[in-house]
């Protein structure tokens, strides 16, 4: 018969317990960095690929979305060829990435966009969590060329306080822009 000396594998005691959760508390928590800010030459890469994106849609809609530097899925406008009206660059996108990645890894990811997001592009990007949306043409530049719905995506993000989005416009605007004078 084997025989075990327990002491050797006792659980602490109460006291030791307690003094290891306290020191748990006091010891400070590591900081976990925040992705770098992506620079403005890495904005205008990603951008550059929405808008190739754009140029193949059958409207001049692309979108890109990226995590710590790889691009996890591109969307372009299919909403004539598949008889769809929600199927905008961005949606197209964020669906894709579902498909290929699940929805999680979109939290705090980036979102490229060749025009600034409708609503219902916006409200979709709102409840993916993304973490930043750049856009190229802005809903005014865009308004000068097709029709639009004038709410822009600072003020939806705005009446959105559960999901925090930094937003940057204007990247390659004039790039994104001459497209509509080629359809």
């Given at each position: 018969m084997h025989r075990c000396d327990c002491s050797r594998h006792a659980l602490p005691n109460r006291r030791s317990f307690l003094t290891g959760l306290a020191s748990i508390g006091a010891t400070p928590m590591l900081a976990f960095a925040e992705p770098a800010e992506p620079?403005?030459?890495e904005d205008e890469r990603f951008m550059r690929i929405a808008i190739a994106e754009a140029k193949l849609g059958d409207f001049p809609f692309g979108a890109?979305?990226?995590r710590e530097g790889r691009?996890?899925?591109?969307?372009?406008?299919?909403?004539?060829?598949?008889?769809?009206?929600?199927?905008?660059?961005?949606?197209v996108a964020i669906r894709r990435c579902i498909a290929?990645?699940?929805?999680?890894?979109?939290?705090?990811?980036?979102?490229?966009?060749?025009?600034?997001?409708?609503?219902?592009?916006?409200?979709?990007?709102?409840?993916?969590?993304?973490?930043?949306?750049v856009?190229?043409?802005?809903l005014e530049q865009l308004a000068t060329k097709i029709d639009q719905i004038m709410v822009p995506s600072q003020e939806l993000a705005g009446k959105a306080?559960?999901?925090?989005i930094a937003i940057k416009g204007g990247v390659l605007a004039d790039e994104a822009m001459s497209l509509f004078a080629k359809k």
């Open positions: 620079t403005a030459a890109v979305i990226v691009i996890l899925a591109r969307g372009r406008n299919l909403g004539r060829r598949n008889a769809d009206p929600t199927a905008h660059g961005e949606m290929m990645e699940g929805s999680r890894i979109m939290r705090g990811s980036t979102l490229y966009t060749s025009g600034e997001p409708c609503a219902m592009c916006m409200g979709a990007i709102l409840w993916s969590h993304f973490g930043r949306l856009y190229a043409a802005s306080s559960f999901a925090p």
